[in-house]
């Protein structure tokens, strides 16, 4: 099994792909991104960070946080934000998931893949990066055709900031197969 070593850095910036069980396209229901806001702060309260961007697909969700100075444990945030939405979308939506004796000895419900994947950023090239490579994400994957034609990112917040222009990214039928856009 291999070895997951997690960087934990006091202040650090992450990025962080969350991604559905079996990709199931659960995010395709606008209550269920509503769900998960409520998760991240609800979370937020008890344990705080900032999100600096976000894009929440159908089956996956991009996140870049900022932990704070004294308290950096971002997998445990993940973890409580996955178990409230979970505990709260199965309410929603009536479920009772299948489980095996693996899953009920880690708490787990058939929404979230076990793991998640985190970056450290480590300069302003790195994190201009992971933000463009978040906001292009609905395009790559084919959602919309251009990137502010995608609601459910923090793309217009930073439009707002000057950091993009809203026409950035182009339309996509214009975008030429190898385009570079923080992959």
């Known amino acids: 099994m291999p070895e997951y070593r997690r960087i934990y850095t006091p202040g650090g910036v992450y990025f962080f792909t969350l991604v559905t069980y079996q990709r199931k396209k659960i ?19 008890y344990q ?13 969700i991009h996140l870049i946080w900022q932990m704070p100075e004294d308290n950096f444990d971002y997998s445990k945030r993940i973890g409580a934000i996955k178990r409230h939405f979970s505990i709260k979308y199965c309410e929603q939506f009536n479920i009772r998931p299948p489980q095996n004796k693996t899953m009920i000895k880690r708490r787990e ?15 302003e090239n790195d994190f201009e990066r992971h933000l463009n490579y978040l906001h292009f994400n609905p395009v790559k994957h084919g ?9 459910a990112s923090s793309f217009k917040d930073f439009v707002k900031q000057g950091y993009y222009d809203l026409d950035w990214g182009g339309n996509y039928r214009n975008v030429k197969p190898n385009q570079d856009f923080g992959e």
Do not use: G, M, N, Y
């Open 48 to 60: 705080p960070f900032t999100t600096v961007a976000h894009c929440i697909l159908p089956d996956h």
């Open 143 to 151: 959602l919309v055709d251009r990137v502010q034609d995608w609601e």
């Open 27 to 45: 995010f395709s229901q606008p209550c269920a991104r509503s769900l998960f806001s409520d998760a991240v702060a609800h979370v937020r309260k």
């Open 109 to 123: 419900v058939t929404i979230w893949q076990r793991r998640f994947w985190e970056h450290s950023i480590f300069d």
